[in-house]
């Protein structure tokens, strides 16, 4: 067998996922010396060495760690490198104030000026204002999301990269270099991830529960294993198969492990801060501020210790497969995608629900509009019957019943205004005038003897209207409007 053929074949067994053990284990079967084996792999000569020489190189195992365990190795690597968690803690801490900060200005003014502008374009419009202004806040949080989520991926990929090498003693300066290399790779691997984790817990919460475990690993596999985009997620899922209720066991032991020790020390400062805010002014204020960044100091030290244990769950789990092939292929991405996909297009369907439901209320209780649009409305409480809308279509109807309307309207507006002069504003109803009018009665539509249209407005003013009779195109209104100061306008 030529050189370049062994290369090939070392190269293909490489990227289907075989580690160097697996792949010296299967050399040594074939009859190869350690000699051989040394100068082609480069690596550890059998399964059994207990050290290893290449970081990216696993001894296998037969078991996956407990939980106590993990806890162990994750202390281990936590407090062999806690200088530089302190640091890459501060800098997070930084990165994340300046996202705060710069998210406030940039959605605060962006929804500002989107319902300015909606109001502008679409006046009256309560779902277009709505709409409008929704869109323009997702656009500004998708923008400032993807530019400072670059920034937090240099961060996470840093902090994988001290972990990773906790055994090497990797100066800072260096990791942060590393990081940077791989820090566009973890961002995608990160953006999946949101994407297939968040889409599928949109579809009743149950399946992004199981893509969370599935894909758990996938952000350590951009650094510790140097796989990109999608591989990265179907790799973490290989891992796991078999193991979905032990890995999700060890996740959920931890977080009721940890959560409890800080519940009680989280639940005092978030207590503190409210009443800080709530009692003592402006000291008080500063106090909370100050509170809220002990509470997230607190944060960025257990941060690390938890990304620690899950490198060891992972370690664990990649030692555990390491007698077997690693064969992304298996999993069926269609599946994966198809799912993820369905659970994010409930998201348009919710926004559209709440959007006209909103409108709905609004509209509800929004204080019904003055002039003759009240004409129809069916819900009136003026005496006004829409029944007389059904006999203005009448062609037969004589033009004397329009002038008839018309004088009965002057009529009752001069009453109006005598009672103005008596009383310095305008009755409630109608037939608080009657003693004003010709035998003390009000004149009603002479073509169905039902009430005119009277609708007494805040502001002090009235609307008195009728509908008039036109058989060549539609009906048409005629109105008299009452100022506040007693004088009256005829409206057509």
Partial sequence: MSDNTIQQWLAQARAAGFSDVQITAQLKQQGWGDDQIQKLVGGATSPSVATVTDRNQVVPSDTIPDVLALFKQAWEIYKSRIGAFVVIGLIFLFIEGLLYFVSFLLVGGTAVLGIASSATVFKGNTTAQIATSVLAISFASVAVTVIFGFFLAWVWSALIHTIHTYKEKIDLGTIMSRAF????????????????????????????????????NALFLPVTEGTRGMQSLLRSKEYVRGAWWGVLGRQLAFGLLVGAAFFGLFLVLG???????????????????????????????????GLCYSYALYSGLRAYKARAAIDTQQTKKAGLIITAIAGWLVIPLIGIGIVAFVTSMTNSFLPASTGSNNLFNSNSSYNFNTNSLNNTNNSTTSAGNNDQRKA???????ALVKYFNQHSAYPTALTDIATLLPNSKVPADPSDNTSYYYYMNSDGTFDLCALLDDPTTYVKEYCIKGAADGTIAIQQ
Avoid: E, H, Q
């Fill in 181 to 216: 290399k791989t820090m566009i790779p973890l961002w995608w691997v990160s953006m999946l991830l949101s994407f297939f984790v968040s889409g599928a817990s949109f579809l009743l919460f149950i399946p992004g529960i199981i893509f969370a475990v599935w894909f758990s």
């Fill in 271 to 305: 207590l503190g801060t409210i009443f800080l805010r709530n009692t003592a002014g402006a000291i008080g204020a500063m106090a909370s501020i100050a509170v809220t960044f002990v509470y997230l100091a607190i944060t960025a030290l257990v941060m690390p210790f």
């Fill in 408 to 414: 009965d309207l002057n009529t009752i507006s001069a």
